[in-house]
């Protein structure tokens, strides 16, 4: 370990000889092995004084820089999807009709909650939980025994209405919430 914590304290301080002074550093590369940013600069003065101008602000600044160009120039902001959600034509909506689309919206994922079970049908719940779970016998039996208690999240509807009706039918109550 400390053979590998010593190569780094060199490699650490040759970087920062080689860094102390950049322009020893650009002279003494070649012109090929310099990198893109380094070796291109604009050919417009006009451009060269921006770059020059953007580069030195903090990061505050270029976000609200950002941001400013998004507004004045009706740039949309991109989503996370990237490139595949781009493609898709975008057609403006109003607004009314955005801010309604949420109350209507339907909730599609749920969580199943065993409530408890019946006493006479506790060996037929843990087999079914075992099955669904994929819990060993054991661990099956315990997690019966401790409901109420959580036993699936995000399930979607029909599959979490099936799981609460062959729950139901040997015995026990399941909630979807």
Do not use: H
């Not at 941001?67 to 493609?87: E, H, Q, V, W, Y």
């Not at 607004?95 to 109350?103: C, F, G, L, R």
């Not at 079970?117 to 039996?141: C, N, Q, R, T, Y």
Request: glycine fraction near 4%.
């Amino acid at each position: 370990m400390s053979l590998s914590y010593q190569s780094a304290i060199r490699c650490c301080a040759r970087a920062a000889k080689s860094s102390s002074s950049p322009a020893l550093r650009v002279s003494a590369t070649p012109l090929s092995r310099q990198r893109r940013w380094q070796s291109t600069a604009p050919s417009n003065p006009k451009i060269a004084s921006i770059v020059d101008q953007i580069s030195q602000l903090t990061l505050l600044e270029t976000a609200d820089l950002v941001s400013t160009l998004k507004s004045r120039l009706n740039i949309p902001d991109m989503p996370i999807g990237g490139f595949a959600a781009a493609a898709a034509p975008a057609t403006p909506a109003p607004v009314e009709e955005e801010e309604a689309a949420p109350a209507a919206q339907e909730k599609t994922l749920f969580n199943l909650k065993l409530q408890s079970f019946d006493a006479a049908a506790k060996p037929k719940v843990i087999k079914e939980v075992k099955s669904m779970l994929g819990l060993s016998l054991v661990d099956s039996k315990k997690f019966v025994e401790s409901a109420p208690k959580m036993m699936k999240e995000g399930v979607p509807k029909e599959e979490g209405q099936k799981i609460v009706d062959t729950l139901k039918a040997l015995g026990a109550v399941v909630v979807m919430e």
